[in-house]
């Protein structure tokens, strides 16, 4: 199967993806492209890459095992720790990566956009590690949610630029981003957060992400009789931890799921659209207007799903599912109480499916889990108190 591959020149994954800007960014992504292709050929910048990512974001991350929450649930569920990487979460994975071009492509400046904020601190961080600007967008109800991120960003010297219009959430935080772009594209790099935006960012932040498939595949080998999971589960927002993750077990035997919030489930109930320069499944009205998402995690809340989840879905590789609010709530709360983990909201979706499975008999008992848990939960404290 044609899957998790070089998509070409086109960047498009079967129906999906593509480079959907204006007219003005067409030379800004050939360059990126070009400039991605040389680099990630180049034994000198992965070398960099890969000791930055072991020296300073800490990886290899661990495979946890879950012991008590496995004994309850009649499985083995193994956690891919992103949790404890240097800034608490994945992003930081495709931003060092990103920097590192950036700063190789000659651009004084990072732009990025954020939800949760993760991403944002993650861009904050590498810039001021590179030496660069940054200026992070980001919606002013997420600014509100995800204080102590906003705090974060601005001790590590960027600049947080407030989004006021639509719903105040990611995806008008990725239009200003965008917009703000077009306007800047000589000094500026745009560092895109997720699987998502116009080629070649799905294709280069997935293999940027990839490092979590790839380290998780070989703690399996070692950690399970089989080798190779039964199940490979990770939350979707625009789907880079996910797409990460099933980039090292594509092709083996694993079930591959990916799992939405109910508010944001693109790949569940959206259809065929263009957005923010891509082609996938999005969220939308009968006059293909995009609708709101809504999701009690910040780093959900988006209309679209990242061009090659949509290709996974098509082909038959990967599922997805879906998963409400309480239920999200109730699985962060029990892995806090019977491991000591206290997951990001984000992540606690892919737990709240595997939960919700376990207990229903749709993931057979004595089977084995990969979860890759993508962030720690210390700025969802607030949102998870007014919950309560
Ligand atoms: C901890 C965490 N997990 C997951 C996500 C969702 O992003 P993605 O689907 O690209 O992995 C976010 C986004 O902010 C996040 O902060």
Redesign the pocket.
Same mark, same amino acid.
């Given at each position: 199967m044609d899957v998790m591959t070089d998509p070409g020149t086109t960047g498009r994954f079967g129906a999906y993806g593509g480079r959907y800007v204006p007219e003005s960014l067409i030379p800004a992504c050939h360059e990126i492209e070009a400039a991605f292709r040389e680099a990630w050929s180049d034994t000198e910048f992965r070398g960099r890459l890969t000791m930055l990512l072991s020296v300073y974001a800490g990886r290899p991350t661990p495979l946890t095992p879950a012991w008590r929450l496995s004994r309850e649930l009649g499985i083995t569920l193994l956690l891919k720790r992103e949790d404890l990487t240097h800034t608490g979460?994945?992003?930081i994975n495709n931003v060092i990566g990103q920097a590192l071009l950036a700063q190789r492509m000659g651009k004084r400046r990072i732009l990025a956009e954020t939800?949760?904020g993760?991403?944002g601190v993650a861009t904050a961080t590498a810039a001021a590690l590179l030496g660069l600007e940054a200026t992070v967008f980001m919606g002013e109800r997420d600014i509100e949610r995800q204080e102590l991120n906003v705090l974060r960003m601005e001790v590590l010297g960027a600049e947080v630029v407030p989004v006021t219009s639509g719903s105040r959430t990611l995806k008008d935080a990725c239009n200003e981003a965008m917009r703000h772009w077009v306007s800047s594209v000589d000094d500026s790099y745009y560092c895109i957060?997720?699987?998502m935006g116009p080629h070649p960012y799905p294709w280069m932040v997935r293999e940027f992400q990839r490092v979590i498939g790839e380290e998780a595949r070989e703690q399996c080998a070692a950690e399970l009789p089989y080798g190779v999971p039964d199940y490979v589960v990770a939350?979707?927002?625009? =789907?880079?931890?996910?797409v990460g993750t099933f980039a090292g077990f594509v092709d083996t035997a694993a079930r591959l799921v990916g799992v939405e919030a109910e508010g944001g489930a693109a790949a569940t109930f959206g259809r065929a659209g263009v957005l923010h320069g891509f082609r996938s499944l999005v969220l939308q009205n009968d006059d293909g207007q995009v609708t709101e998402a809504h999701s009690v995690a910040?780093?959900?809340d988006y209309p679209g799903i990242g061009p090659e989840h949509a290709h996974l879905r098509d082909a038959g590789r990967a599922r997805y599912e879906t998963v409400n609010d309480d239920e999200v709530i109730r699985a962060l709360r029990r892995l806090a109480h019977t491991e000591g983990i206290l997951a990001?909201l984000?992540?606690s979706h892919a737990l709240a499916w595997v939960i919700r499975a376990a207990e229903s008999g749709g993931i057979a008992p004595g089977s084995t889990v990969m979860l890759t848990l993508? =962030?720690r939960g210390d700025k969802d404290i607030a949102s998870i108190k007014e919950m309560l």
């Open positions: 979460s994945h992003k939800g949760a993760q991403h957060g997720s699987v939350c979707i927002g625009g =789907g880079s931890n996910a910040a780093g959900l990001a984000e992540s993508s =962030g």
